[in-house]
């Protein structure tokens, strides 16, 4: 089969967008920790092996202001509570899989390549199309990394914080084509709600609750509904 | 940043992730339950992108002069008629810099 025809191929060229949203921000991540004086070898070692955007950017400001070894692994398992719930969600797709293909799938899990598995129908090679998406988007976040590191100050941070716009407007158009019922619009709507009152909840934790509280919602509206239609 | 605190994040990381998957051979999810796991994916994705839109250093821009909310609004309103997803990332991409280049 050629490559281009592949479900490899398909999940590079569904993460391609998004990678324009991570390079940034791992160059951000690079060019802070670069300035802080730490050493551009450990930093680049710490995007290649945690690759983690969020808990890494938290991890940096953490270590300015001098905080203890502990409380950043608490903040980084708290921030990276939500690769549970995505996780649980891929069971299916993945049971069946040696545990090496299982590793590696679980390394390269992250916001983005989430994103479009939860668009990918489920077929016999998803693992090629999941691997094919993590590695892209792992390539990008150590890349970004390097840049950030080498060109540090020269990064004009609010052109940086401008590529945003691609994961906001990515992220709708995975999201809204899959509301076609009430609950999973409530779904959204709650989430929304939700994080515009805790996005300033330390460690992450407005962006969890968010999200568990919407599901709880979407849920319990969905079974409302199934058990109104099985009644009729 | 050392060598034990980089380990440290790195393996509670990778466990966060793995967890669910090392489990997955012993754990059979009733079949019932395949619907409900769109509901994941909705609420995440959909916090995360109105974290990002709606926070602009530090603090909650629910106003007309956060361009990033007005694409988004776009694009939300596109992709809600059916129109196709390359055509809603446009409308939303073009809101925002026209709006940028008018300001």
């Given at each position: 089969m050629l490559f281009r025809h592949s479900e490899a191929w398909y999940g590079l060229r569904d993460t391609a967008p998004l990678l324009l949203t991570i390079a940034p921000l791992a160059a951000s991540f690079g060019a802070l920790a670069s300035d802080q004086g730490e050493s551009p070898w450990l930093i680049l070692l710490c995007s290649t092996l945690v690759f983690a955007g969020a808990a890494q950017l938290i991890a940096v400001g953490m270590l300015a202001v001098d905080a203890p070894l502990e409380l950043i692994l608490l903040t980084t398992l708290a921030v990276n509570c939500r690769h549970l719930l995505y996780a649980f969600s891929l069971i299916g797709h993945i049971a069946h899989l040696p545990k090496r293909w299982q590793a590696a799938l679980a390394f390269v899990l992250n916001d983005e390549t989430y994103a479009v598995l939860s668009q990918r129908p489920p077929s016999q090679s998803f693992h090629h199309y999941y691997l094919a998406s993590g590695l892209a988007a792992w390539g990008s976040w150590v890349m970004g990394t390097g840049v950030g590191v080498l060109l540090q100050q020269q990064l004009p941070e609010t052109v940086l914080r401008q590529l945003d716009i691609v994961l906001v407007l990515t992220f709708i158009c995975l999201v809204v084509p899959t509301l076609h019922n009430r609950s999973r619009w409530l779904c959204a709507l709650t989430a929304a709600a939700a994080i515009s009152q805790c996005?300033?909840?330390?460690?992450g934790s407005g962006l969890l609750f968010s999200a568990v509280i919407a599901i709880a919602v979407g849920i319990t509206m969905h079974m409302h509904n199934q058990k109104t239609k099985e009644a009729c | 940043m050392d060598l034990l605190l980089i380990m440290g994040m790195a393996i509670l990381t990778f466990a966060t992730r793995y967890l669910p998957f090392a489990l997955s051979r012993n754990l059979t999810l009733p079949t019932s339950w395949k619907p409900l796991f769109g509901y994941v994916s909705i609420a995440m994705l959909t916090a995360i992108l109105t974290q990002t839109a709606l926070i602009r250093d530090a603090q909650l821009?629910?106003?007309?002069?956060n361009f990033m909310l007005l694409a988004a609004l776009a694009t939300t309103f596109c992709a809600a008629i059916g129109m196709p997803r390359s055509l809603s990332f446009a409308a939303g991409l073009s809101v925002f810099l026209l709006l940028h280049q008018l300001n």
């Open positions: 996005w300033h909840w330390p460690m | 821009q629910l106003s007309v002069d």
